[in-house]
């Protein structure tokens, strides 16, 4: 139980919030905490290797579950919604996960793919 306790304590200290590797955010991509929905997607931003994971597969309505709410470019700020705008997927349909600068592709209903939106 000391050994647990010793764990669960150095990962705590060592990954601060905002870090993909953060145990709040593990737990939260597991379902298994309830974390701030707006933590939860900048966090996301640099989670890489497992951000697609959460999102390509899924339908809006399971997005929107997960997420609290999602954008359309019109909804977006200005800046995300130009990026959009001057982008490849300018005639996709697309959704930005809440305030984000992650933006999701849509085939139909389906997410196909997630793109982080940066340096436009």
Known sequence: MLLYLFFVTAWVLTYPDGD???IQYVFWKAGLYRMNLDMAAG??????GGRDKLVVGKTREQLRDRFG????PADASQHLRGCYQNSGFKDSKVLFIRQSPLMVVFD???ATSLVLIKGC
Request: charged share 30%; proline share 6%.
């Open 108 to 110: 139909g209903d389906k």
């Open 69 to 72: 709410y999602l954008l359309r």
């Open 20 to 22: 993909p590797k953060n």
């Open 43 to 48: 966090t996301m931003i640099g989670d890489g």
